[in-house]
């Protein structure tokens, strides 16, 4: 079935008045080029529940859930309105620090398998960094190996325009489910290492999720209790998502410490370190951690109303069936159309790649397949996963599946 390509003059337009406001007119990830540039939309209007509308007026199904934060919906009242109670009736940006940070601490401690102590900070990144720098005011040391995205701040970015070389010289980046590169890398460093930092699921950008094989994830931590490194769980993505205590609970391998954010507050900003009080009692005098927003109590209500509903409706459950169910549809559909698609990752976290080829066509392919989806207001990012949120109804996954096959059945009849 052929489908028209969106109308998007509002986006495109503002878009062009943006360049010259904001440098390259949006930032980061979200940038046109990083989808189908003139094929996806580049600004949303609104959005409820599982669904978006951007401001020509298309609405989409949203897989991509703001890129993590969206567990349960867009404007979940239950979390909103706990967030609308603390506006109006205490105030939340005050000199000193309010009791919710305790509450949000006490949760951490019992659900999550490593939580000990904790401290709260507005951004994944922020939560990386001070693991890092924690890592290393309690070994006294300075190596740093890595296996992941770990953010954007000057340590581990990897576009490193605008960063001198001795920011990130001490650290080594090894591969995911590849022991031998990580043991060689502390073979050499070993003694100077301060912490090896991995996301528990392996999801680099723009290639196939992977979930740890055996013995993976529990011999990196051997190495590390060998050599005396601090081990950190980047749970920014798999927090709150793969299970309630996160990847560490679901794979059932305890780190020294964890970084947790995105779902754990279903939008409102927030990042979380957390783990062994020995470690994180660093924080109390040999490393300075703290930021005007830090305290602000909005986003410690909003996750502990949002904790509060994933545990009260069981939604991870929820989501982990739907997205068994969905996922093994999709497979069963590149199965029938052999374009050369694939679909990896776990149930909350998918994501259709396409191998790649000596011709380069796996590239078109890709691009015609993501066009095909974005037309029919199936909102996917050719380059990053997409995630299901309790809100996608099962109209919404029925209908995706739908149309991953009307767009493989395009690719099929046109390659």
């Not at 199904?61 to 934060?69: F, H, S, T, V």
């Not at 070994?139 to 576009?159: A, F, Q």
């Not at 991995?198 to 990196?220: D, Q, R």
Request: glycine share 8%; charged share 25%; proline share 4%.
């Amino acid at each position: 079935m052929e489908v028209k390509k969106l109308q998007l003059d509002n986006s495109l337009n503002e878009l062009e008045k943006g360049k010259s406001l904001i440098p390259g007119g949006v930032l980061g990830i979200r940038r046109p080029y990083n989808f189908v540039e003139g094929e996806f939309p580049i600004y949303f209007d609104e959005g409820t529940g599982g669904r978006v509308t951007d401001i020509d007026g298309n609405e989409y199904i949203d897989y991509l859930c703001a890129y993590g934060p969206m567990i349960l919906g867009n404007r979940e009242k239950e979390v909103d309105d706990a967030v609308i109670e603390q506006i109006q009736n205490k105030g939340f940006c005050f000199s000193l620090t309010q009791k919710y940070q305790n509450m949000l601490a006490e949760k951490m401690n019992e659900l999550i398998p490593c939580a000990e102590m904790s401290l709260f900070v507005c951004t994944g990144s922020d939560a990386t960094s001070t693991a890092i720098r924690l890592a290393r005011s309690y070994t006294k040391r300075n190596k740093v190996m890595r296996c992941g995205y770990h953010g954007w701040h000057d340590w581990c970015v990897e576009v490193k325009g605008g960063i001198p070389e001795k920011l990130y010289e001490d650290v080594f980046e090894f591969r995911y489910n590849n022991l031998e590169s990580l043991e060689t890398l502390l073979k050499e460093h070993g003694d100077d290492t301060a912490a090896v930092i991995i996301t528990p699921l392996g999801h680099p950008l723009a290639a196939p999720i992977s979930e740890p094989k055996e013995g993976f994830l529990e011999g990196v931590k051997a190495l590390c209790e060998k050599y005396g490194v601090v081990l950190i769980f980047d749970e920014i993505r798999t927090g709150f998502r793969a299970s309630i205590g996160g990847a560490q609970k679901l794979y059932k391998v305890t780190p020294d410490l964890a970084v947790f954010g995105k779902a754990m507050a279903n939008g409102y900003p927030i990042g979380a370190v957390t783990g062994k009080a020995d470690i994180m009692k660093e924080g109390e005098h040999n490393v300075f951690i703290s930021s005007t927003f830090f305290p602000n109590s909005l986003s410690y209500v909003a996750a502990l109303k949002t904790i509060e509903i994933l545990e009260r409706d069981k939604v991870l459950d929820k989501i982990w069936a739907k997205g068994e169910e969905f996922n093994s549809k999709i497979e069963n559909l590149l199965t029938k159309y052999p374009v050369g698609a694939r679909i990896s990752g776990i149930a909350p976290m998918m994501f259709i790649t396409f191998d790649k080829n000596e011709d380069g066509s796996y590239k078109k392919k890709r691009q015609d397949f993501y066009t095909q989806l974005i037309r029919r207001k199936v909102f996917l990012q050719p380059y990053h996963h997409g995630y299901i949120c309790h809100r996608h109804t099962q109209e919404d996954l029925d209908y995706t599946v739908n149309a991953i096959e009307e767009a493989l059945q395009y690719l099929t009849d046109n390659y």
